[in-house]
């Protein structure tokens, strides 16, 4: 059987190191002949598994002292609201960045809670879509933080500015943390929903600098205040234990493949060999300027969209799964996270190929 | 090596043969070559599990047509904040009967949002602990609701009755769902972390009469708005989908071992086994009437608590695990939720006696 490989945008693949330790001992974890998710968050062995959880993180994006850490349940869709009632404070204002369909969601939940200064920061360059340069977003005097998503995983656009500001930046990086080195003390708050990079749906990592744990709305549920969670060490709630221990095994594998330097360039590479194949190809397209490509999810379009079901079933005989496009877009998407190795992209490109040939 | 009893308040134990199958097909899942938690929440195989899931928790429990079925993220105390801001519509006011620690902690975050009018449940018979009859509870007339939680893991206390009312009873059966027969029509919304007799953490069902959809407050986060899950099909964020498939295996379990009715007969039967030999030594003692034990949570105390560390070890050693009781009361907690066989209450029984006659 040819190796299988899984494009999926997420929930995603997870590194096959990682699933098969977690399949060795699924019902008889650190010899206590029963399974890690039937065991009490509580317990001195989970206690172990959550804080070398957190420390590894740490390790892996040289996380400040100054910053909290939190595993949250929910994933970006409860931080669309969890951002606005812990920030806001008095301000009525918050930036809100706009590049494509996640960051847009965002503001429609915070607009629940505040005024939100819409910035379209989505621009064409040579028919390509593309993000306007950072400064030149008009952002408001009065506005409490200034929200963007990076990565969006539907366009395939990635943000590589930062919001030229001194309010804190807020965020979303589901679909980008652990991809590329960042230097997290310029953000006021990163979270990011675990089912990309991190491990299985059901948790959301937060980011957060200990001078925004005091602003919080009187409506605010527990469950999603920073402060509380912090001060509680993220068991406020019974947390999704299981969740939590997978993705502490993720970043060990992170850190014994070489940390997030090592993984950027094996992503660089990943992402530059299939968008060279698409760029010298006339069947393929994808309609991202170079500026702004992502290195996680790659959209592509076929010439012909009338074989688009012939290849989704021939990739997928071939072992290459997941690679239909989100609903809203179209055509195709290869979604290449950290668990997905570079021979994973080079089978997609030789598929690709293949299927040119016979197809052009 | 003995068989492994784990008696864990929660995360609980999960039934073994769901362990052994969710083992066995962990990295391949239903030949797709892949985790069933690295596959889409949209796609068609993840979808047939969800729906499979909710049609099998409708059979056992019964639930009319007219009551919805949400899975949802987070566990009780998100809905600790979720059923008022829910529910109140434009009253300022709710019922909340108080017989125990999560029934009270329910009413710390309902206060944010409500004057909650507490009735203490509370009393003793003959020195235990018992609660008093639902018929003198004194409810408020403009209450929009009326909560409580009848089963209280901690204190080991059950409520058999249900609040005297016209208003929606809501109940918070995190640890008594699917233990015994219960008539869904006579709640407004019955509400369940999943990690005591449903499947791991950070999962929470949600079942909801229809007509109570339409009262959310405007600061209502939507990933816990129940008319927006509703709508979405549970699907408005990507749900936790591993602790949904598990979940829906532990269902097809319960209904291959006779469903609700045949399991309440075996968890009867357990927890008399336990009580009876409580009841019969000087040695042990369990400090709640007979009126409100619990079926699910068996609190104990040893006459000379300086054993209780001694106890703990040889039981640990004997493979029955978990038996500390909460820290807020001490002593000992049997915690016998359904995956729990009757055997592993007999060999706690047995190790029980067998401590008694060496340090009595």
Redesign the interface.
Do not use: D, V, W
């Given at each position: 059987?040819e190796p299988?490989y899984?494009f999926?945008?997420?929930?995603?693949?997870?590194p096959?190191a990682v699933?098969?330790q977690?399949?060795e001992e699924?019902?008889n974890w650190n010899g206590?002949?029963?399974?890690v998710?039937?065991?009490?968050?509580r317990?001195k062995p989970f206690l172990k598994v959550a804080a070398e959880a957190e420390q590894d993180l740490r390790d892996l994006l040289s996380i400040p002292n100054n910053y909290k850490v939190l595993f949250c349940?929910?994933?970006?869709?409860?931080q669309?609201?969890?951002v606005p009632?812990n920030l806001l404070g008095s301000a009525k204002t918050a930036d809100y960045i706009d590049g494509g369909y996640w960051a847009a969601s965002a503001v429609e939940?915070a607009q629940?809670?505040c005024e939100a200064n819409v910035i379209n920061a989505s621009t064409t360059i040579d028919g390509k879509s593309a993000i306007i340069p950072a400064s030149d977003w008009v952002l408001s005097d009065d506005s409490a933080y200034v929200h963007f998503c990076p990565n969006e995983t539907i366009d395939g656009i990635e943000i590589n500015d930062l919001p030229v500001t001194d309010k804190p930046i807020v965020a979303d990086m589901s679909s980008t943390i652990l991809s590329r080195e960042i230097d997290i003390s310029k953000y006021g708050v990163i979270y990011a929903?675990a089912?990309k990079n991190i491990g299985?749906?059901?948790?959301c990592i937060v980011i957060v600098r200990d001078d925004l744990l005091d602003l919080a709305?009187?409506?605010l549920?527990?469950?999603?205040n920073y402060k509380v969670l912090f001060e509680k060490e993220s068991m406020?709630?019974?947390?999704?234990?299981?969740?939590w221990y997978l993705s502490g095994l993720v970043f060990k594998w992170l850190k014994s493949n070489g940390g997030v330097a090592a993984i950027e360039k094996v992503n660089r590479e990943k992402a530059a060999t299939l968008y060279q194949y698409i760029d010298q190809s006339e069947f393929y397209r994808n309609s991202v300027h170079s500026n702004n490509r992502s290195l996680m999810n790659v959209p592509f379009q076929l010439a012909k969209p009338e074989l688009d079901a012939l290849f989704l079933e021939q990739a997928e005989a071939r072992?290459l799964?997941?690679l239909k496009g989100h609903r809203a877009v179209g055509g195709m998407r290869a979604s290449i996270y950290n668990a997905m190795p570079l021979e994973g992209v080079q089978a997609l490109v030789e598929f690709m190929k293949e299927f040119e040939q016979k197809n052009a």
């Open positions: 059987m299988i899984n999926s945008a997420g929930p995603a693949s997870l096959k699933m098969k977690a399949q699924f019902i206590l002949g029963t399974s998710m039937e065991i009490s968050h317990s349940q929910g994933g970006a869709r409860a669309f609201a969890a009632m939940e629940k809670y929903g089912q299985p749906a059901g948790l709305h009187s409506a549920p527990s469950i999603l406020y709630n019974t947390p999704p234990t299981y969740a072992g799964q997941a």
